[in-house]
């Protein structure tokens, strides 16, 4: 009965509610309409609401500006070219990052198949799931730069698309095959031959350094034009993407995208070390942050090589721009780059300093530390000495110009080029006695091969400082080629050693167990150090590479007639490269946080609370 009435209260109860709202809707009608006479006047048929909307186009079209092909259009808030550069800068930061992880991905794995230890198989493929948020948002931030191109700078954008066109359908296919290598490698894991999985990687690496060889082709055509008439005409698509600094350019970013994936990799791993929960975790972390870090430290070693090469080839290309990059507008950015790698290399020194503390029999080297400590210091600090400074007028007067009587001879290539091959050879050495520590040759020749490696340090040390001090007596053309033999010497020095060490620890004693997770907290965060380090000095570095043309979209052919034809100053530089590195790191959080769900248990459905 109960029931019976709550049906009844119920229907009474929206029948109530349907007669409020229908008197509701007579009021509002009665209000609304209270002429009916006004109400047939005022009534708009379909057919003069369309005259009214015809009439009202043709008044609009008539009113409209003719169409302009717009040479620059500016964005909003930020301008123009601080978009397309923080774009590009992210384009280029995450494109470096995904073209150097399969590399060393793939070496890793071949290591781990050849000695048969599953850890590096394992270590290959988490660095590897690094590489899958970080291909998407590579691709999405290269679809930013285009649209802005096109949108911001449709005419220059045009030409270059003009000039390149025959490139066009070798690099989307390139884009295809990578992503289809990429996923058969990432998902095949297990899955194919351990052989057949290594030769998906190495089609993965010879893709994607296609496509950065195509990509750089456009970018340094920009810089040293060829191919092209002075009008802008093209004669050959091919010579404009091989052009004068092309080659110079792939070398320097194929070595320096090796050594900046494997910082951010470093970084990764200390990132998890921080957060590990168990030994077990620490130990895995601390080992592949080393393994990132031993990556780095190889690729960067010969960098500034490849970087001195590139340099050499602008110089040679045109000197106006060679003169102006190191002695004119962009000098003090070469401080600031020998101050980045300065901390760069003091950083990779003490990380393998605080990593002989995790093996045993470690003290037989430490008292070579200070020494290494105080050559690395004294470099560092003739590499950052300017030639000139800025200084007060009384200053001037003081010093009799702007240069300063002693320590302006610092200020010299010749100078800052010895200094940083010694840097070089003392880093290599640091490395090379943390693989020495906790081991004992046991070959027969084993005193005559460290005479051997000392000697090769010594000579290689001689020869850089001899032609060094040589290079202060001869012009300048013959000082530049002096450097030439300063670099074979160090190289020659390096190969030599490497290739007496590896025979020298061959079956080597091992007199002290490595004890890995056991580095202190501080060891990691020289690991973020360096990746940010490295970055930054990357985003300073094309901002030198794209502010060399001045108010040239090409140099000497092509003008830049927009708002931004100016060359942006050295502080404002850097505050735009600073906030592109900080979105970098934030996006890279994001990738570190999303490659490590795929380490969390899978997602299993949860028990209904009500028993079907």
Request: hydrophobic content about 55%; some cysteine.
């Amino acid at each position: 009965m109960n029931r019976k009435l709550q049906i009844l209260v119920a229907l009474f109860g929206i029948a109530a509610f349907m007669a409020v709202a229908l008197k509701v809707l007579m009021v509002l009608q009665a209000s609304e309409f209270k002429s009916p006479v006004a109400a047939v006047d005022t009534v708009e048929t379909p057919r003069d609401q369309a005259l009214t909307e015809l009439a009202e186009d043709r008044a609009a079209r008539e009113q409209a500006k003719p169409y302009v092909d717009e040479e620059y259009r500016q964005a909003p808030v930020f301008g123009s070219r601080v978009v397309v550069w923080v774009l590009a800068q992210l384009h280029l930061l995450f494109a470096a990052f995904v073209l150097a992880v399969p590399i060393f991905a793939m070496i890793i794995e071949a290591v781990g198949y050849f000695t048969g230890d599953k850890k590096y198989d394992k270590l290959a493929y988490e660095f590897t799931k690094l590489m899958a948020t970080a291909f998407s948002l590579t691709a999405t931030f290269g679809a930013f730069l285009t649209f802005a191109l096109i949108a911001l700078y449709p005419k220059f954008t045009t030409y270059l698309m003009h000039v390149f066109s025959p490139t066009f359908l070798p690099y989307v296919l390139l884009f295809f095959f990578e992503a289809l290598f990429f996923y058969s490698y990432y998902y095949g894991w297990g899955k194919f031959h351990p052989l057949v999985h290594l030769g998906l990687g190495f089609m993965l690496n010879v893709v994607g350094t296609a496509i950065m060889f195509i990509a750089n082709g456009w970018l340094t055509f920009m810089m040293s034009p060829a191919g092209v008439a002075d009008s802008g005409a093209v004669i050959n698509a091919w010579e404009a993407l091989m052009n004068f600094t092309w080659m110079p350019i792939n070398i320097h970013r194929v070595i320096a995208n090796v050594a900046y994936g494997g910082s951010v990799a470093g970084a990764y791993a200390a990132w998890k070390f921080l957060g590990a929960k168990t030994d077990e975790e620490r130990a895995h972390y601390d080992w592949m942050g080393y393994i990132g870090m031993f990556v780095a430290i190889s690729a960067f070693l010969p960098l500034p090589f490849a970087g001195y090469y590139l340099a050499r080839e602008i110089y040679a290309f045109n000197q106006a721009l060679g003169i102006m990059m190191m002695g004119g507008a962009f000098s003090w950015l070469f401080i600031i780059q020998a101050v980045l790698i300065g901390c760069l290399f003091l950083a990779a020194n003490f990380y393998l300093w605080l990593g002989m503390g995790r093996i045993e029999g470690t003290l037989p080297f430490q008292k070579l530390i200070k020494w290494l400590l105080i050559a690395i210091a004294v470099c560092f600090a003739i590499w950052a000495t300017p030639r000139s400074l800025i200084s007060t007028p009384a200053e001037v007067r003081g010093m009799g110009g702007s240069t300063h009587p002693i320590l302006g001879a610092l200020g010299f290539m010749a100078a800052k080029n010895t200094a940083v091959n010694i840097m070089i050879l003392t880093t290599y050495v640091s490395f090379m006695l943390y693989r020495r520590t906790g081991k004992r040759p046991i070959v027969k020749w084993a005193k005559w091969g460290n005479i051997a490696q000392f000697t090769l340090f010594a000579l290689a040390s001689a020869v850089v400082i001899f032609l060094g001090v040589v290079s202060y007596f001869v012009d300048a053309a013959t000082r530049i080629r002096l450097s030439v033999p300063q670099v074979l010497a160090v190289l020659a020095a390096m190969g030599a050693m490497t290739i007496i060490d590896i025979f020298l620890l061959r079956g080597a004693e091992k007199t002290g167990k490595i004890h890995w997770g056991k580095l202190p907290p501080i060891s990691q965060y020289v690991l973020i150090f360096i990746a940010v380090t490295f970055t930054w000095l990357m985003g300073l570095m094309g901002y030198l590479r794209s502010g060399l043309r001045m108010h040239w979209h090409v140099y000497g052919v092509i003008r830049d007639n927009s708002v931004d034809a100016f060359t942006p100053t050295l502080g404002f530089a850097t505050q735009v490269v600073s906030v592109t590195v900080l979105i970098f790191f934030v996006l890279i959080a994001f990738v570190f946080w999303i490659s490590g769900l795929s380490s969390k248990e899978d997602w299993q459905p949860r028990s209904s609370a009500v028993e079907p």
